[in-house]
């Protein structure tokens, strides 16, 4: 299993510019999550979904979109960047969202928006 | 509202030393905790969690966690530190009365020297 794979790495984008932060994850999970990491901060929700065609906000929604087509999938787009979006992001999944169920986390994406 | 704070930025010690990462947590509910910890330009990864049962959690790589309901912490420890134990280290709640979101502190690095 590759677990959670996140695509690409690093970006560099203007002000206004759009780009979408792509996540797959190979574990059949049916939860997955993006995170924003900000230096000093712990990460911070943005969007979760809990199967195909159902997401919802999380603690930072504002700026993003996402969607969920297929399990495997859940894309986090950027419409408009600001520079208050430069950050470490992170897409986790988990195969449900009791309360005991732990988070398989991607590498991350950095992005710098200039 | 559930929080998490970890009290130290860093933490140095000598390979060989016992080590310890503090965390303190708020819940209105019953806590969940989790220690997750992140090496550089990697994702987060799961080390260990508190569920219910004995205060004494054991994780991956020798690491171990004490839950104290009295003093509502959660603190990280490893007998014998490593260098290869450096890293970013994170704690994270979830309450039964938060919608069973993951809240995280703002993290601790952890310096092990030679």
């Known amino acids: 299993n590759a677990g959670v794979t996140q695509t690409p790495k690093f970006r560099i984008l203007k002000i206004g510019q759009s780009m979408t932060l792509q996540c797959t994850q190979d574990?059949?999970?049916?939860?997955m999550y993006w995170y924003r990491q900000d230096p000093g901060m712990g990460l911070k929700l943005i969007y979760y979904s809990v199967g195909a065609g159902i997401t919802d906000k999380g603690e930072v929604p504002n700026g993003y979109n996402v969607s969920r087509s297929t399990t495997e999938d859940f894309p986090l787009r950027l419409e408009l960047a600001a520079p208050s979006q430069t950050s470490v992001y992170f897409c986790?999944?988990?195969?449900?969202?009791?309360?005991?169920?732990?988070?398989?986390f991607g590498p991350g994406t950095r992005l710098l928006v200039l | 509202a559930q929080s998490v704070a970890q009290p130290e930025d860093q933490v140095n010690v000598a390979e060989g030393n016992p080590l310890t990462v503090k965390c303190t947590y708020s819940v209105s509910g019953n806590p969940y905790l989790f220690w997750y910890v992140q090496y550089p330009n990697r994702g987060l990864q799961f080390l260990l969690k508190y569920i219910t049962g004995d205060n004494l959690v054991k994780g991956s790589y020798g690491f171990e966690a004490e839950f104290n309901k009295s003093q509502t912490s959660f603190h990280l420890k490893k007998p014998s530190a490593l260098v290869s134990d450096s890293a970013l280290y994170f704690c994270?709640?979830?309450?039964?009365?938060?919608?069973?979101?993951?809240?995280f502190g703002g993290g601790t690095r952890l310096m092990v020297k030679p």
């Open positions: 986790a999944s988990s195969y449900d969202r009791t309360i005991q169920e732990t988070q398989y």
């Open positions: 574990m059949n999970h049916n939860y």
């Open positions: 994270a709640v979830r309450d039964t009365y938060a919608g069973n979101m993951l809240t």
